[in-house]
Nanobody, 124 residues
């Protein structure tokens, strides 16, 4: 079993920055793909970014490319999402997820393990 716990959400003004962290515990995850998704009220859960635990090439949604950076913190055993130049449309609950299915890194359907989510609110 893999346990994921997100932290770092909050309220920020447009143009500001936030750093989310996903703490990972449980079974060995060295072969896992780690992803960040978000879901705004009334909308479907959407892909934000992903990276393999082994540290391969990251993947980003077009809407966040150049503004968000996903990274692995070996010392803390976390997957972090640095978010900059935040916009009101980035407001959502952000979820960390893990999978060993690499068939479609952008689909929430292939991710087996999920955190409880952390809220990010960007004011205009």
């Amino acid at each position: 079993q893999v346990r994921l716990v997100e932290s770092g959400g909050g309220l920020v003004q447009a143009g500001g920055s936030l750093r989310l962290s996903c703490a990972i515990s449980g079974r060995t995850i060295s072969t896992y793909l780690m992803g960040w998704f978000r879901q705004a009220p009334g909308k479907e859960r959407e892909f934000v970014a992903a990276i393999t635990w082994s540290g391969g090439t990251p993947y980003y949604a077009d809407s966040v490319k150049g503004r968000f950076t996903i990274s692995r913190n070996n010392a803390k055993n976390t997957i972090d999402l640095q978010m900059s130049s935040l916009k009101p449309e980035d407001t959502a609950a952000y979820y960390c997820a893990a999978t060993n299915d690499l068939s479609d890194v952008r689909s929430p359907n292939v991710y087996r393990y999920w955190g409880q989510g952390t809220q990010v609110t960007v004011s205009s």
